[in-house]
């Protein structure tokens, strides 16, 4: 892999004709040749406190295309678009009395909002899959916060991986999936959350279309009640919705109390002891989604091909966005 230097059109010709992933420090230098690549219609992988994010302009028709084919993503499935504050995002979409208040509890962070798009949004239709919704996000990670400013736009960002496949939650996770498909990465470390963000439909009556960062629990004490459930895997409203996503090679069985034979087993709790990994000995919540789609990428290359056997996860708090991903990992494969 090589850094981005020297001449920065040369760099984006090299990129693009030589399949070379730039590999970006998330200081001044690296943060501002990212926004460079973003302006000149290329993609961008980036750090979010969730996953890491896939970035291109949201204005621009070729951007957005080339995520999609940087992805093998179905064109049906819409992506969030990223912006630096609210106000931003104002700009964007219609924000009731509901979307004000939840904004102002959960964002900048792990919170995704469905909001009516405005006519005069400037977006690309292939972000919105041609619907009049528009999914938002203020993310909370500096390195993400210090890109979108520097580029001064919209940035479409669905996880930086192959399109069903494990999220990355680190720099390395991204070039072994996409190294030569995509301009750059800046590697920011470690996502701290480890899980996708919640996804929260405010088109008509609120509903949790995705689980995710922020547990379902918090959002409905802050409108003062229950959310129903939205979307389906037909026809997608907001990403995350296909019924097989977020998926290891191996085949993966839920709900193992112990390792059958020829199984790895991948636990939670200190009933675990015999696990090969451990998402969280002390039953911790939010370190198990931290560790989730790390360790499913661990359990895959250790697995060889051999199934994966994972522990119960309680269904409750970020239990429910870590189950939701663990039934689409392991949905029948279309």
Not at 219 to 232: I, K, N, Q, V
Not at 246 to 275: C, H, I, K
Not at 293 to 319: K, N, W
Request: proline share 9%; net charge neutral.
């Amino acid at each position: 892999m090589r850094k981005g230097t020297g001449n920065p059109n040369a760099a984006s010709r090299a990129t693009t004709e030589c399949g070379v992933t730039q590999e970006l420090t998330p200081d001044a230098t690296g943060l501002a040749r990212a926004a460079d690549l973003l302006r000149q219609g290329q993609l961008v992988a980036f750090p979010t406190e969730t996953v890491y994010g896939l970035g291109g302009d949201a204005r621009s028709d070729t951007a957005v295309a080339r995520i999609f084919e940087a992805k093998d993503r179905p064109r049906f499935n819409p992506l969030i678009v990223h912006v630096p504050d609210t106000a931003a995002a104002r700009r964007i979409a219609l924000f009731d009395d509901r979307a004000e208040r939840v904004a102002a509890a959960f964002w900048p962070g792990p919170l995704t909002l469905v909001l009516p798009l405005r006519p005069d949004a400037g977006l690309s239709p292939l972000v919105t899959a041609g619907l009049d919704s528009v999914a938002l996000r203020v993310p909370a990670h500096p390195v993400a916060r210090a890109l979108l400013t520097a580029f001064g736009g919209p940035v479409a960002a669905p996880s930086a991986n192959p399109s069903g496949r494990v999220s990355p939650t680190r720099a390395r996770h991204v070039i072994d999936g996409l190294s030569g498909r995509i301009a750059a990465v800046v590697d920011g470390g470690a996502c701290a959350v480890g899980v996708e963000s919640t996804i929260l439909g405010l088109v008509g009556g609120a509903a949790l279309l995705r689980p995710g960062g922020i547990p379902a629990e918090a959002l409905e004490d802050c409108l003062g009640h229950p959310l129903a459930t939205g979307g389906s895997a037909e026809r997608p409203n907001a990403p995350g919705q296909l019924a097989s996503h977020y998926a290891p090679a191996s085949a993966v069985r839920l709900n193992a109390l112990a390792r059958q034979q020829g199984e790895f087993w991948l636990g939670f709790g200190p009933d675990a002891t015999d696990a090969d990994l451990n998402l969280s000995p002390s039953a911790d919540m939010v370190e198990a989604a931290a560790n989730l789609f790390h360790y499913l990428r661990q359990a895959d290359t250790a697995a060889s091909g051999r199934p994966i056997a994972v522990s119960p996860i309680p269904e409750h708090g970020l239990g429910r966005a870590i189950n939701d991903r663990l039934r689409r990992a392991a949905a029948p494969r279309p």
